[in-house]
């Protein structure tokens, strides 16, 4: 009895393990089919976003319209304006440019909260909150951030480093359309938690063909004012991400365990 006791909790610690690693991994990114649209001054630009989620970069799994609270287009005017995914498909955007410039897209998915626990024996899953249930093994609330920079035409790049308010955000410091040496180029990036810099945080990068999975090509940590400086060392799409995991605040205490957030962001290299 003891061993069977054992047995079966050694074995829904290992399938939690891996839930939680798959449920780490699976993160969100906006991709776009052209970073670089040329500009004209007649017709302007265009270019197409659509959503990354999932463990395989640039594309994975698919996602709907409704996942998603808030994306916003900011212009090299820093005008801002809101943008509607297309319903059906990876949850696509078709965008046209009137400036010439450096624009940013900041997207936020919907938060969500996970639990498992344990009914008669058995190990059970689901989307919601731990409130009301018993044999509680593990509790989540998450939410995804993420932002893209599109390169349009050759204009100025004065919101580069705009501060959306995304509870977890990825602030580029360095414009990677201005880094020639895409042989070891570096660019700096600036980590923040409710708008303050986070120390000591990995951050990590990776170009896209780099790897199948979450491996990256570049990992590196922020120092005490927040400021990650990551090796830029191979032309194409790069994704840069980071990942928040604490026990669960005041806010959350009676829903949840832990609190999880992410955020991406995606430019390209030429």
Known sequence: ?????????????????GVT????AHTLWVNCTDYTPAF???????????????????????????????????????KAEKLTLETTGF???????????????????????????????????????????ENVIGSTYSQQFAKSLINVGAGEAKNLSHVFGQKLEIIPLTNPYEITNNRGGTMKVKVLFNGKPVQHKKVF?????????????????????????????????????????LPATKEFANKVNQENYFASLTFNIQ
């Open 1 to 17: 009895m003891s061993f069977n006791k054992s047995l079966s909790t050694t074995l829904i610690t290992a399938l939690l393990c």
């Open 21 to 24: 690693a798959v449920a780490s």
């Open 40 to 78: 004209s001054e007649k017709s302007g630009a265009k270019t197409k976003i659509y959503m990354g989620w999932g463990h395989h970069f640039p594309v994975d799994s698919y996602v709907k319209a409704s996942d998603f609270t808030d994306i916003t287009l900011l212009a090299p005017s820093k």
């Open 91 to 133: 949850g696509a955007k078709e965008i046209k440019f009137g400036e010439n410039g450096l624009y940013v897209v900041a997207v936020t998915r919907k938060d969500a909260y996970n639990t498992s626990y344990l009914e008669n024996g058995k190990l059970k899953m689901i989307k919601g909150t731990k409130e009301g249930l």
């Open 205 to 245: 990068a990776m170009y896209e063909g780099y790897s199948n999975d979450d491996a990256a090509s570049c990992t590196v940590s922020t120092d005490a004012k927040g400021v990650a400086e990551l090796r830029i060392d191979h032309w194409g799409t790069w994704v840069v991400k980071t990942k928040m995991e």
